[in-house]
Nanobody
Framework: QVQLVESGGGLVQAGGSLRLSCAAS????????MGWFRQAAGKQRELVAF???????QYADSVKGRGTISRDNIKNTVYLQLNSLKPEDTAVYYC???????WGPGTQVTVSS
């Protein structure tokens, strides 16, 4: 069974940057599109960024211009670079292989004002 482990979250001041990583067991990345999602307290989980198996990307309006999703199929890792962080970016961030039921434990991102 594929397992996902997100890392790279933490406490950062507004305007700062973070690079989130998601390492997967198995070879799921080569075949699946990958998404980064986030869930803020009391809110629904939402898609932040998406990258397909060809490397094509899409972003939520909330992070467009500030976020970059990338993948390394050799390392089985997907990344999310977030710049110019805002307090409203505070959430638990999850990676997710599209079309599967697999979710990692997430990594907390907290942005202070």
């Amino acid at each position: 069974q594929v397992q996902l482990v997100e890392s790279g979250g933490g406490l950062v001041q507004a305007g700062g940057s973070l690079r989130l990583s998601c390492a997967a067991s198995g070879s799921i990345f080569s075949a699946n599109a990958m998404g980064w999602f986030r869930q803020a307290a009391g809110k629904q989980r939402e898609l932040v960024a998406f990258i397909d198996s060809y490397g094509r990307t899409q972003y939520a309006d909330s992070v467009k211009g500030r976020g970059t999703i990338s993948r390394d199929n050799i390392k089985n890792t997907v990344y999310l670079q977030l710049n110019s962080l805002k307090p409203e970016d505070t959430a638990v961030y999850y990676c997710h292989p599209v079309g599967t039921s697999t979710w990692g434990p997430g990594t907390q991102v907290t942005v202070s004002s």
